[in-house]
């Protein structure tokens, strides 16, 4: 899984392509989170239900998936073993309060969330590394009378 997405790349990328970076973006965003998490019973809604729940519930559902994509990081960093700064509430406080910081707060939601799917890729991918080589052996006895 990739482990270096950044803040300043996805501003950047949604700048240049007005804002058509950020579907791809959350798009992958959400596989890679279904894949790396796929044990645990949650499933990440991809960009597009994102969306149209979002325009139904008039933003409210963008909050609830910030909220649970935090909270599941932080569920499945803690299973692997991996400290980190994300949690489904700070990400919610920052999205919601920290909007009266001079309008930053949502930013900093944002980096927090790629900053905790970084640190899940990489307790991901030193999981996989480490079970790649893995071998089975298998012991057959027959009893030829």
Do not use: H
């Amino acid at each position: 899984m990739k482990e270096n997405r950044s803040l300043i790349k996805y501003l950047l990328l949604n700048l240049i392509t007005v804002g058509i970076y950020s579907l791809f973006f959350w798009s992958r965003y959400a596989k890679d989170m279904n894949t790396m998490c796929a044990g645990d019973g949650r499933k990440t809604r991809g960009v597009i239900g994102r969306i149209l729940l979002s325009a139904v519930t008039l933003g409210i559902y963008e909050l609830v998936w910030q909220y649970k994509a935090g909270d599941r990081i932080a569920a499945n960093c803690q299973k692997m073993g991996v400290t980190v700064n994300v949690t489904g509430g700070n990400v919610l406080l920052w999205s919601t309060v920290g909007i009266l910081l001079f309008g930053i707060g949502p930013l900093v939601a944002v980096r927090k969330l790629i900053r905790g799917i970084n640190a899940l890729s990489a307790a991901y991918n030193r999981g996989s590394a480490r079970n790649a080589g893995t071998t089975v052996n298998v012991n057959i006895v027959t009893n030829a009378a």
